[in-house]
């Protein structure tokens, strides 16, 4: 009983402090900051006409009637529509001239993804410690607090892109039930049936859905959408491989192609349904009255790719993508400076609104996805892991946002906080190396890898008994993939353990230590010039 409520308690607390942080003062500062200025007027007029429209003038002030001042002249909206039609939410509830009506749904999407992250973390390891830790970690992340604070599209998309993620993840749970691989020491049993094709695929479809809505919000929803198509294509092929299926190289490619055939559609429904508004309204950007809407939706996107490509206007917060991992370039979005003579008790005041990092959290993140791949490096080569499996998904979500912008970013004006959509998959990579190290048992459930029921009794004895002898050796507890548990590295004594443990425990409250000390720069709190200048630990942090 106390496990249980232990279970519910450590979650619900974790996601209280992922609401207090993003939550706490959030009118303020009290008018628009950073790119607040066109996607909230955006939001605000498109909840009116059902498309965005021009603003007279860009002041970022929305006191009194100028939060409505907006005209019937549409305005090119250079991205997808779900993510102003989300803030819009905010806006409904708590108006158009209060920081709570801008900000308050891209908060609440923040600690939604701080519960989506330790449900994904929950389903990869089977472990509330690793779950919890990795949503303590994401909810007191510099970038991913700031980003969901504010109200700009980055916080929205990162919710998408995660509950895409968690799908996937089921959806390998699901199909890997239904999947079964011999047991490659038996060879005298009866030749095992083939891996089925798979047609019915509800996660996939649900993955397909989410990530849908991502591309909705941005375009770059898309890129984790084919990174995970990818990677569920690659382990179904191992899977066929290990299962050594005749013809597994054209099987597998024909369950692409069936994979693709489930989630492209979706997607592409669900992103044009976010276009809804504009459809049914002919007088948005690029329409012209009685005129079919799909030609001019076209136009419009070739407008958009145009406008994206040709951006290259320098900019002082610009930051390539090589520097996302260790932030160091963070996109300054609000700064006020004041004196004595209007109030500062000190000698000179300032609030800011900044997504500095808190280094702790970042910069492990970092260092655990080179560990993890290095799991994967010296795993793979053993047979059918879960480890490998739940690594080199984590590594892959990671990579999906941010590898395509080290691949083709060709622009200059290019941006520190588009790493927010990484921060789940970092925190998740955090979680699990700092488990590694304390040797708390991870479980993943991939059904994948057990043995074929066909096999002989003998042939699964001596299997198991194989796999025994080899976990001994490793310090890996089970015999299986399906459930095995990991416990990190064997060898050392109970003190190691002990010091190792307590040095985690350490660490953890140090990254907590860092969120109290950073949240003034996070929450535009009014702070001396020196405070905020001690912040500035590195030159691209200034």
Request: proline share 8%.
């Amino acid at each position: 009983m106390r496990n249980r409520w232990l279970h519910w308690l450590a979650p619900a607390l974790v996601l209280a402090i992922a609401g207090a942080l993003r939550f706490w003062a959030l009118g303020r500062p009290g008018v628009l900051v950073f790119d607040e200025l066109y996607y909230v007027r955006d939001a605000i007029s498109q909840l009116a006409h059902g498309y965005p429209t021009t603003w007279p003038d860009d002041e970022p002030d929305m006191s009194g009637s100028r939060a409505l001042g907006f005209s019937d002249e549409p305005s090119n909206a250079v991205h997808p529509p779900l993510g102003k039609w989300l803030i819009g939410l905010g806006v409904l509830v708590f108006g158009p001239g209060s920081g709570w009506g801008w900000r308050s749904a891209v908060a609440l999407a923040g600690v939604l993804t701080v519960a989506v992250t330790m449900r994904l973390g929950w389903r990869i390891t089977r472990s509330v410690v690793v779950a919890c830790t990795a949503g303590l970690l994401l909810a007191i992340d510099g970038v991913h607090v700031v980003l969901t604070r504010v109200g700009l599209l980055d916080g929205f998309l990162t919710l998408a892109v995660a509950i895409g993620a968690l799908c996937v993840w089921r959806d390998i749970e699901w199909t890997g039930a239904r999947a079964t691989t011999p047991d490659q020491r038996d060879r005298s049993g009866p030749p095992p049936p083939r891996v089925p094709v798979l047609w019915r695929r509800p996660w996939l479809l649900a993955a397909a859905g989410a990530f849908g809505a991502a591309a909705s919000i941005k375009w770059s929803g898309l890129y984790p959408l084919a990174a995970f198509l990818v990677f569920i294509t690659v382990r179904d092929l191992v899977v066929r491989l290990r299962a050594r299926e005749r013809h597994a190289v054209p099987r597998a490619a024909w369950q692409a192609f069936v994979a693709g055939l489930v989630a492209l559609p979706a997607a592409a429904l669900v992103y044009v349904a976010s276009w809804a508004g504009w459809i049914l309204n002919p007088g948005g950007w690029s329409r012209t009255a009685g005129e079919a809407w799909w030609p001019a939706l076209l136009q419009y996107h070739a407008e958009m790719l145009d406008w994206h490509r040709s951006l290259s206007a320098p900019h002082p917060y610009a930051s390539h993508p090589l520097t996302w991992p260790l932030a160091l370039r963070p996109t300054g979005m609000y700064e006020s400076r004041w004196g004595s003579d209007a109030g500062c008790p000190w000698s000179a005041c300032a609030a800011v609104v900044s997504p500095l990092p808190n280094p702790l959290v970042t910069w492990g993140g970092t260092i655990a996805l080179i560990a993890l791949v290095c799991v994967i490096v010296f795993r793979a080569r053993r047979g059918p892991d879960p480890l490998v499996t739940a690594s080199a998904f984590v590594v892959v979500g990671y990579l999906s946002g941010w590898l395509p912008w080290v691949l083709t970013v060709s622009r200059s004006a290019v941006f520190q906080f588009y790493a927010v959509v990484l921060t789940p998959f970092s925190a998740i990579a955090l979680a699990m190396g700092l488990a590694l190290l304390c040797r708390v048992r991870m479980r993943p459930r991939l059904s994948a890898g057990e043995p074929h029921p066909a096999a002989s009794a003998a042939g699964r004895a001596a299997a198991s008994h194989a796999a025994a002898s080899h976990a001994a050796a490793s310090g890996v507890t089970a015999a299986s993939e399906h459930g095995r548990e990991f416990e990190g590295p064997g060898g050392g004594s109970p003190e190691t353990l002990l010091g190792i443990r307590i040095a985690v425990a350490l660490y953890v409250v140090a990254c907590i230590a860092l969120a109290v000390l950073f949240l003034p720069v996070w929450s535009g709190a009014p702070m001396a010039e020196w405070f905020w200048r001690a912040h500035q630990w590195l030159p691209g942090w200034q």
